[in-house]
């Protein structure tokens, strides 16, 4: 029976990808490349002072990009801390200078950290006003950069990309806010609550009392996942009855985590005018897809020792109303895109089956990846494929029509280093300074020895690639903790934006080369499996020693 259910689950989310891979991307694609402006679209226009017909260079969309980001960071920011005078704050205080400096951070780069839990700290006008508008429009500015880049392939001779303002505005009106409020009515009747209530005090069954707050969290829930953001509105995330109440509303949350990267590649093959070019990426996002679940699935039903035995696998930290599978299922969608939520415990996985969502976020995640992320991510590989096997037969590297010279490939390589370097620096640095190891120590790590150091590396680790979920089982709300992974999530989000938005108007500039005998099919199983290898050599391997030292150590205890 378990295995049927487990058949069944995937079954459908296959089958639901499958089907909504052609329209949806094609739909977008439609959304990036149309010429009418909706009349609500134009009136924003004029309120922003933006001429929509005007094009930018990748200098001033990044300019638009990154002061765009800069206003909504201080404006989050501004909210939490006057959160005391504002309506339906419950009460509560305003959240201090540097959790709120970390949070705003978290939400305006679409990491949605957490270090504090929501429904004890934040009103409901911070949660909706605040938290729940930077969803939508952060995941709007991961579209816009990967459309930008699109455009890089497909065009030529040109020294513009599109207008920021225009692919932010169309990302949020035509795509992310209608399927949203559709979302939001599917959990609705699903049971996931929308009220404003307080807090409701309830007895218990064992004759005490609790107050269990109410909020806005169908709303929020819809474009967390959609917008692969991942922050909840209780501490228990996706775990959370009130949240996700049932095995079929979890499944839905996957499927909306799931639905855009996925149909990315579609919209890129639409954009560049080769449909072949998007089933080679989705099939190498595939590929990770089911080899993580997979290993993830095996490892959590063989967890070793009496107990798991005895419960048919490692329940611990999962919820009985989603089992082992719904349970990895959930995290392997939110690990290997950017949405960071979490309907069982990490934490309290085996010891190699919690470094699989360590690595998957490790790949850079791009099996789908983030809304727009992942397919900017994959397309950076993609370059380093296409150079390597340049290298191999002696020729100068070509990425549909496009020639990958010492610039691009600097641009690539700079992308590449960045989230390494970031997680690698953040971990070493919490250990290597005395004060802050005895705080690191003391303080945030609960469970000593290889187990802490995993914590702390897949915090760094989450935080460099903006995804948000946690091991959760260490405390992050400290000066140190705050401070460190709010730099490492605003270099992790917009250093590698820098980067692509150059390598687009790099390749926007340059003239299509014709295909000759000599060019490397990028739409053949051989591309495939080259991208792939690239993939493992290039991003998982990195980390291989670090590994050593945290899960692959513990496992072996």
Do not use: C
């Not at 977008?28 to 002072?49: H, N, Q």
């Amino acid at each position: 029976m378990d295995v049927l259910f487990t058949v069944l689950q995937f079954g459908t989310l296959a089958l639901i990808l499958a089907l909504l891979y052609r329209p949806l991307g094609e739909y977008m694609a439609r959304i990036y490349t149309s010429r009418k402006d909706l009349r609500i679209e134009r009136g924003f226009y004029r309120v922003i002072g933006v001429d929509s017909s005007a094009e930018q260079t990748w200098q001033a969309y990044l300019r638009s990009v990154l002061w765009f980001s800069a206003v909504g960071l201080l404006l989050l920011y501004l909210l939490q801390r006057l959160q005391v005078i504002l309506p339906y704050s419950l009460g509560l205080p305003a959240v201090p200078e540097g959790l709120s400096f970390n949070t705003a951070v978290s939400f305006v780069t679409n990491t949605n950290w957490q270090s504090y839990s929501p429904e004890l700290t934040m009103g409901y006008t911070v949660q909706a006003v605040g938290l729940a508008v930077q969803n939508f429009v952060s995941a709007a500015v991961g579209l816009a950069v990967a459309v930008a880049l699109i455009r890089g392939f497909a065009r030529s001779r040109t020294g513009t990309l599109g207008n920021f303002w225009v692919d932010l505005t169309r990302g949020t009106w035509r795509l992310l806010l209608p399927v949203a409020v559709v979302s939001a009515i599917v959990l609705l009747a699903g049971g996931v609550i929308q009220n404003l209530n307080g807090f409701t005090e309830i007895a218990t069954l064992s004759g005490g009392t609790q107050n269990l707050p109410g909020g806005l969290v169908a709303s929020q829930e819809a474009i967390k996942n959609l917008g692969t953001n991942g922050g909840g509105f209780f501490n228990a995330n996706a775990a959370h009855p009130f949240e996700n109440p049932t095995a079929w509303t979890s499944l839905f949350q996957i499927v909306l985590m799931l639905m855009i990267p996925f149909s990315l590649p579609r919209t890129f093959g639409r954009m560049v005018g080769d449909k072949r070019q998007g089933y080679a990426l989705v099939a190498v996002m595939s590929f990770f897809y089911i080899a993580s679940l997979t290993i993830l699935t095996l490892l959590e039903r063989a967890g070793a020792g009496t107990a798991p035995q005895l419960a048919g696998g490692a329940m611990e930290g999962k919820e009985q109303r989603f089992g082992i599978f719904g349970s990895t299922l959930f995290g392997t969608s939110s690990t290997l895109t950017s949405t960071g939520a979490v309907n069982s415990m990490h934490d309290s996985y085996t010891a190699v089956g919690g470094m699989m969502p360590m690595l998957n976020m490790m790949l850079g995640e791009i099996a789908p990846g983030g809304v727009g992320a992942g397919i900017y991510g994959i397309l950076i590989l993609a370059i380093i494929a296409v150079f390597v096997a340049g290298l191999l037969v002696g020729r100068t590297p070509e990425y549909l029509g496009k020639k990958i010279g010492p610039t691009q490939i600097k641009l690539a390589s700079l992308y590449i280093l960045v989230m390494p370097t970031l997680v690698l620096a953040g971990t070493a640095l919490s250990f290597a300074i005395p004060a802050i190891r005895s705080d690191v120590e003391s303080t945030s790590i609960w469970n000593p020895g290889n187990h802490g150091l995993s914590e702390v590396l897949y915090a760094f680790t989450s935080a460099a690639n903006n995804n948000g979920s946690a091991f959760a089982g260490l405390t992050a709300n400290t000066p140190w903790l705050n401070t460190a992974l709010g730099v490492v999530m605003l270099l992790g989000r917009f250093l590698p934006i820098v980067f692509v938005l150059a390598l687009a108007g790099s390749f926007a500039a340059q003239d299509k080369v014709p295909a000759t005998a000599g060019t490397l099919p990028t739409h053949r199983p051989l591309f495939v499996g080259l991208l792939i290898g690239v993939t493992v050599i290039v991003t998982a391997l990195t980390f291989f020693p670090v590994l050593t030292l945290g899960p692959l150590a513990e496992g072996l205890l």
